[in-house]
């Protein structure tokens, strides 16, 4: 079946303007989960949504960063006032979410990368 | 704060060679992921695993939850397999869905 699909693959964008970066994930996956990787970096953690609702938003870097799964299934993660430093590839994954301690193997997509200039 | 440390950074081998990457963490955990990175940005997820050891054709992972530590081994080694290999290890307790990655160790096999 289809894997998690992101769109668009790139980006490029002026200091200042807002953006969205959507994410389709695997059907039936009620995890999502977004990242951010900058260049030469492992990525690092976003946000992740169980269902329609924002479990947990701890790793948003500010308040211009804003994410939403309205129906459950397609996210859309919007930066607004982009800055050069937002720059990086923004990766989402899904998963089942069946609970357990060592948490459920992700399903990454392809990644946009984001250029502000 | 869970930590997650890989070495090499860099790894060169020639076709055919048998490579290890290895992977430690600081906080302890029951499951371990290992991921797959080609240039331009895709991850493919390689492994999970809690326990013991995972072969999947010629890639195989371990992993010593006492030590928190994990390998991954390639054998007979081929150019294609050359990309990024990120370990990535769940915070424990409830965020055990959080994933704090290592920086990932850019493996390049030449023929």
């Known amino acids: 079946g289809a894997g998690v699909s992101q769109t668009p693959s790139n980006k490029v964008t002026e200091k200042g303007k807002y953006v969205e970066l959507r994410c389709d994930p695997i059907s039936g996956h009620t995890a999502l989960y977004w990242y951010r990787q900058s260049l030469g970096q492992g990525p690092e953690f976003l946000i992740y949504?169980?269902?329609?609702?924002?479990?947990?938003d701890s790793g948003l870097p500010n308040d211009r960063f804003f994410a939403v799964r309205p129906e459950g299934s397609v996210s859309t993660l919007k930066i607004q006032r982009t800055e050069r430093g937002d720059s990086a590839v923004y990766l989402c994954?899904?998963?089942?979410?069946?609970?357990?301690?060592?948490?459920?193997?992700?399903?990454f997509g392809p990644g946009t990368r984001l250029t502000v200039l | 704060k869970n930590e997650v440390e890989q070495s090499p950074q860099n790894l060169t081998a020639q076709e055919g060679e048998f490579i290890t990457i290895n992977c430690s963490y600081s906080?302890?955990?029951?499951?371990l992921h290992w991921l797959q990175q080609h240039p331009g940005g895709g991850i493919v997820s390689l492994f999970m695993l809690s326990s013991g050891k995972k072969k999947h054709g010629r890639l195989i992972a371990t992993i010593n939850i006492q030590e928190k530590h994990s390998s991954l081994h390639i054998t007979a080694s081929h150019p294609r397999d050359s990309a990024v290999y990120i370990c990535a290890s769940p915070n424990s307790g409830g965020s055990n869905y959080k994933l704090t990655f290592g920086k990932g160790t850019l493996l390049t096999v030449n023929p």
């Open positions: 994954a899904s998963s089942f979410n069946l609970g357990g301690r060592g948490g459920n193997e992700q399903f």
């Open positions: 906080v302890g955990i029951s499951a």
């Open positions: 949504f169980q269902g329609t609702g924002a479990a947990d």
